[in-house]
């Protein structure tokens, strides 16, 4: 049973940065090939906004590339997301997603952008 804690969220102003981070437990991430962080706006499906594969390489959605860096430390099982150059778009529930056997989500962390 692999379970996912994020952390890190909160309200910021537009153009500010937060680190949201993904604890993992319950299996070693060495063992797990690609995680992913999701968001899920109000009123809208959730999305992928990143994948990040355990070479450490990443895909971003074409939105968050160049403001958003993904990462993940298999040694401290953890995983990152750094947000900077935050716009009000970017307000969402967030959450981490272990892509191995069915499948494994967190309980998700707010991030609200607003001045």
């Known amino acids: 049973q692999v379970q996912l804690v994020e952390s890190g969220g909160g309200l910021v102003q537009p153009g500010g940065s937060l680190r949201l981070s993904c604890a993992v437990s319950?299996?070693?991430?060495?063992?797990?090939?690609?995680m992913n962080w999701f968001r899920q706006a109000p009123g809208k499906q959730r999305e992928l906004v990143v994948q990040?594969?355990?070479?450490?390489?990443?895909t971003y959605i074409p939105s968050v590339k160049g403001r958003f860096t993904g990462s993940r430390d298999n040694a401290k099982n953890t995983v990152y997301l750094e947000m900077n150059s935050l716009k009000p778009e970017d307000t969402a529930v967030y959450y981490c997603?272990?892509?191995?056997?069915?499948?494994?989500w967190g309980q998700g962390t707010q991030v609200t952008v607003s001045s």
């Open positions: 990040i594969t355990g070479e450490s390489s990443t």
């Open positions: 319950g299996r070693n991430m060495f063992t797990i090939p690609t």
């Open positions: 997603h272990a892509p191995v056997s069915r499948g494994y």
